[in-house]
């Protein structure tokens, strides 16, 4: 299977895919970033779920499939128009939520999952956040805004006060996930923490010099959604069928998953071509702590937190407010 097309999202070059958007029925752009978190849009796209479903609404589904790193050039994407489904952690699609509300009302899909990231690193004299130094530099994908750096910053502002909430967006540099596992596990570069992500994390736990200082459900209270997918009320309202075809899918995708942890490894592996050993993405997918669900979990934490320090200005009610309708049957939080 091809590797997915990255997407070069220098603003100048928006144009040029300006035109995939505001399209009719039976055509869908989905853009994911890097990692096992998104193991459910691999299963859709290796069993061609979307145009599986969409045969059962009477419409063929043509599916352009993006790979982009980072939530802040996913949400560019989305509200340029080069994309219609994107991918990011809760509080990035809590940002564009909050910064759309009454205009474009970008809400989440549903959740790709429950698992937890960890700050991992490789200097053996961090063991708490208090014990990070101006001299450390922490590898995030997204530096301030992402899942990472928003998690962090809930839990600065637990140990430090809300004032000082930032206090490690200084520290913190944008690197994609593979990139910040080398570097980690290098030990050679300035990089000597990292917010990482399975399957990434587990990699560099394998290395004796590398260890954890916190897990995002330390931050959170327990089982939380990491990544969700999300899209405009344009393209929710404007495409029933492909949206339903679309929903249908991710729900099969987790299902199948359930059902079959060791070929959905083999999928990870095929669809990323990922160098990655079997047994080890077994492992991963065999973790109880991560659920390939698509109901949301926890997802409110977030938005209450981030409304308190700040980041968000609209309050919601309940998670309700920021999911689309169609995921609100599930026993959500």
């Known amino acids: 299977m091809p590797m997915l097309s990255r997407i070069t999202l220098a603003l100048g070059?928006?144009?040029a895919v300006l035109t995939t958007s505001a399209h009719a029925e039976g055509k869908i752009s989905i853009a994911q970033q890097f990692g096992i978190g998104y193991l459910i849009l691999d299963v859709v796209r290796d069993q061609k779920l979307i145009e599986k479903h969409g045969k059962e609404e009477g419409i063929d589904i043509t599916v352009d499939w993006n790979s982009i790193s980072g939530a802040t050039a996913m949400n560019e994407a989305l509200l340029a128009g080069a994309l219609d489904v994107v991918s990011a952690g809760v509080p990035p699609m809590l940002t564009i939520w909050d910064r759309t509300k009454d205009r474009q009302n970008v809400k989440a899909i549903a959740s790709l999952g429950s698992m937890p990231n960890y700050l991992l690193t490789n200097n053996p004299n961090i063991k708490t956040l208090k014990d990070f130094t101006d001299k450390d530099r922490i590898a995030v994908p997204a530096a301030g805004v992402g899942f990472q750096s928003r998690t962090l910053q809930i839990e600065t502002a637990k140990v430090f006060g809300?004032?000082?909430f930032k206090r490690f967006d200084n520290y913190s540099v944008s690197i994609p996930h593979p990139d910040a596992t080398s570097a980690l596990i290098a030990g050679s570069s300035e990089i000597?923490?990292?917010f990482s992500s399975p399957p990434f994390q587990y990699q560099e736990l394998e290395n004796p010099k590398v260890h954890e200082v916190l897990s995002s459900y330390d931050v959170l209270g327990g089982q939380a959604t990491f990544n969700v997918l999300y899209t405009t009320q344009k393209f929710h309202d404007e495409n029933p069928k492909t949206y339903k075809a679309f929903y249908d899918a991710l729900a099969e995708a987790s299902q199948?998953?359930?059902a079959n942890k060791t070929e959905a490894a083999k999928t990870y592996i095929r669809v990323e071509q990922s160098k990655l050993p079997l047994a080890l993405v077994e492992k991963i997918v065999n973790d109880p702590e991560i659920d390939f669900t698509i109901?949301?979990?926890?997802?409110g934490v977030y938005a209450e937190k981030l409304n308190e320090l700040g980041v968000l200005?609209?309050?919601a009610?309940?998670?309700k407010d920021f999911f689309f309708e169609e995921a609100?049957?599930?026993a959500g939080s």
């Open 13 to 15: 070059l928006m144009g």
């Open 162 to 164: 809300d004032a000082d």
């Open 192 to 194: 000597t923490a990292h």
């Open 256 to 258: 199948y998953i359930k």
């Open 295 to 299: 109901v949301p979990q926890r997802t």
């Open 313 to 315: 200005k609209n309050k």
């Open 317 to 319: 009610g309940s998670w």
């Open 328 to 330: 609100h049957g599930g």
